[in-house]
């Protein structure tokens, strides 16, 4: 690896804990100006890189995320796309997973680093994680291989000591520094004294043409989360919630849920409405494998679609991304089990087909 000290990255700042300070009134903790963040961390001077600032509007908590924010962060890299090197996206901790997930599908033949970072503490503060953060996120967007390519090449969240595909990243913890995990797809790095780059897993596909935005998401999708007893009136209500086009289910252990009379006929009525209803695993680990169980086999004959080893965050914002392209419901539902850009392992037996 080498780093470009000629590297230029642009920095984006959409709020988060990295750049909050406590009011003295509530000493609850609000987001601050970018000022705040650029004069807490000297040491970015020592880089030598040539960091451009861009805050998006106000700074925002990103609890507050919403699509319209996805479609102006990937209008931003698409406008500065042939300008920079890189980008690192400043941003909070409780939707980084859904914005990184989102802007994978949204940022169609990326071939540059999209870096995405936060911190659990401020960055103002004596035992900060962000300051860290921050540094190895440059480090990472100026990084290029001995040929002179990026190294990454795709949308990745860096927390902590690791590098994380976006769209296989969940967050896991609310009080460690170590936030984010990706439990069915390895590192992209492991960060101690040096960074140590996985080669096999890092992104190495070869984009079909310039960079492609796609800001249009469709968010008439929702959560269906499984648990035993569930009530067939809330159940069929939520099933019928009006405009609804996409429904993540999240399933127990390999994809099984109740064999109910009841529930199996409403899912069979909702699919012929035309919903596309994935199915997800509740475990943090593994897959659904709709054919292994008895119970599986009937949510897949009722037409409910595999979702394989998808997140939560990247089935529900592969769904918008879907239905915000225009594609039909039946055209949807292909789409959701074939690989876009490395969201997830497709399984066909014992084949294992990764979308790397």
């Not at 961390?41 to 600032?53: D, Q, T």
Request: proline share 4%; with cysteine; net charge negative.
């Amino acid at each position: 690896m080498t780093v470009d000290k000629r590297a230029r990255i642009m920095l984006i700042y959409t709020g988060g804990t990295i750049g909050m300070i406590e009011n003295q009134e509530t000493h609850a903790l609000e987001p601050f100006n970018f000022e705040h963040l650029i004069e807490n961390v000297p040491k970015l001077k020592m880089l030598n890189f040539e960091i451009i600032n861009y805050q998006i509007g106000d700074p925002i908590d990103s609890s507050s995320m919403k699509p319209q924010n996805w479609q102006t962060i990937a209008r931003v890299i698409e406008n500065e796309y042939d300008n920079v090197d890189g980008f690192v996206l400043l941003h909070g901790t409780d939707t980084m997973a859904y914005t990184a997930s989102a802007l994978s599908f949204m940022l169609e033949n990326l071939d540059k680093p999209v870096i995405i970072t936060g911190s659990q503490l401020p960055i103002g503060e004596v035992r900060t994680d962000g300051e860290e953060n921050l540094i190895t996120a440059l480090q990472i967007a100026a990084a290029r291989n001995r040929q002179g390519k990026h190294i990454i090449r795709e949308v990745a969240i860096l927390f902590d000591n690791y590098l994380w595909r976006g769209n296989r990243s969940t967050k896991h913890s609310a009080d460690n520094f170590n936030a984010f995990q990706s439990n069915n797809y390895p590192e992209l790095a492991r960060i101690g004294l040096g960074i140590q780059f996985n080669k096999d897993s890092i992104w190495n596909g070869e984009p079909n043409g310039k960079l492609k935005v796609h800001p249009e998401m469709d968010n008439n999708v929702m959560f269906l989360d499984l648990f035993p007893g569930m009530n067939e009136k809330v159940v069929r209500h939520t099933l019928n919630t009006p405009d609804i086009k996409g429904i993540v289910m999240k399933s127990f252990g390999s994809g099984n849920g109740p064999d109910d009379a009841w529930f199996i006929e409403e899912l069979k009525k909702a699919v012929a409405r035309g919903i596309v209803i994935v199915n997800i695993t509740q475990c943090s680990n593994g897959c659904v494998l709709p054919e292994r169980y008895r119970n599986g086999l009937e949510l897949t004959q009722a037409g409910v679609t595999a979702g394989h080893d998808l997140t939560a965050e990247a089935a529900i914002t592969k769904l918008m991304h879907l239905f915000g392209e225009g594609y039909s419901s039946e055209e949807v539902k292909k789409r959701m089990e074939i690989p876009i850009c490395g969201e997830m392992s497709c399984y066909d037996g014992s084949i294992l087909l990764t979308g790397n």
